[in-house]
T-cell receptor
Framework: AQSVSQHNHHVILSEAASLELGCNYS??????LFWYVQYPGQHLQLLLK??????LVKGIKGFEAEFIKSKFSFNLRKPSVQWSDTAEYFC????????FGSGTRLSIRP | DAGITQSPRHKVTETGTPVTLRCHQT?????MYWYRQDPGHGLRLIHY???????DKGEVSDGYSVSRSKTEDFLLTLESATSSQTSVYFC????????????FGQGTRLTVV
C-alpha cells in the first residue's frame, strides 16, 4: 500500500532563511511524486512534480525538490523564503491512486 | 485553473440527514477523487473513480458512498451525516496514465450540527 510521511508539522522561519521540508514515501513500485501548496483559504496548487529523469526538479516560485530513490525521499527546498511563502505544503505520491501526507504548515516571520 | 466545479461551496446540515456533494469537470479526465481535509491529517482519500461506473474505496470510506454515471460528474453522498464528517471536502481530477498530476476544485465546507 502507498503511504506518505511528512516529518515537520509546523515550521517557523524568518524571511531569507533556507527551507527544507521532509517527505518520505513507501511503495514497492514506480511512483510519481508531487509537492502541492495551499495558501490560506485556497485550494491546492501544484508546486512541482517528479516523473522520471533528473532527480532534482525545479518548480514555481524558486522551489526545488530532490528525489532520492534509495531513501524513498522527496524533500522540498528553497534557498531563501519570503513572507508570501506562508502556506501549507503537501507531499503526494501517485501510483494506483494519489495519496497525500499530513502536511507541513510554514509560517514566515517578516 | 482546470475546469472543476464543486457544489455547494458551503453547507450546514443536521446529524442524521443525507447530504450529497457534487463535483463537475469540463476536462474529460478519466480519474476523479474525493478527499477530506482536517487539521493534522492532511488530505485523506475517501473514494475515487477511474471511469464511468468504476469506483474504489480510499483510506476513509466508511459512511460515504459515491456514484459516477457520466464522465463529468462525481457525486459524494453521506447517507446519514455525523459530526465527525464535519470537514472540508475537495474534489480532484487526473487525466490518468503516466506523468499526470491532479487538479483540485475549490472545496466544500460541510458542517454537521
Amino acid at each position: 500500500a502507498q503511504s506518505v510521511s511528512q516529518h515537520n508539522h509546523h515550521v517557523i522561519l524568518s524571511e531569507a532563511a533556507s527551507l527544507e521540508l521532509g517527505c518520505n514515501y513507501s511503495y514497492g513500485g514506480t511512483v510519481n511524486l508531487f509537492w502541492y501548496v495551499q495558501y490560506p483559504g485556497q485550494h491546492l496548487q501544484l508546486l512541482l512534480k517528479y516523473f522520471s529523469g533528473d532527480p532534482l526538479v525545479k518548480g514555481i516560485k524558486g522551489f526545488e525538490a530532490e528525489f532520492i530513490k534509495s531513501k524513498f525521499s522527496f524533500n522540498l527546498r528553497k534557498p531563501s523564503v519570503q513572507w508570501s511563502d506562508t502556506a501549507e505544503y503537501f507531499c503526494a505520491v501517485s501510483a494506483s491512486k494519489i495519496i497525500f501526507g499530513s502536511g507541513t504548515r510554514l509560517s514566515i516571520r517578516p | 485553473d482546470a475546469g472543476i466545479t464543486q457544489s455547494p461551496r458551503h453547507k450546514v446540515t443536521e446529524t442524521g440527514t443525507p447530504v450529497t456533494l457534487r463535483c463537475h469537470q469540463t476536462e474529460n479526465h478519466r480519474y476523479m477523487y474525493w478527499y477530506r481535509q482536517d487539521p493534522g491529517h492532511g488530505l485523506r482519500l475517501i473514494h475515487y473513480s477511474y471511469g464511468v461506473k468504476d469506483t474504489d474505496k480510499g483510506e476513509v470510506s466508511d459512511g460515504y458512498s459515491v456514484s459516477r454515471s457520466k464522465t463529468e460528474d462525481f457525486l459524494l453522498t453521506l447517507e446519514s451525516a455525523t459530526s465527525s464528517q464535519t470537514s472540508v471536502y475537495f474534489c480532484a481530477i487526473n487525466r490518468g496514465g503516466e506523468n499526470t498530476e491532479a487538479f483540485f476544485g475549490q472545496g466544500t465546507r460541510l458542517t454537521v450540527v
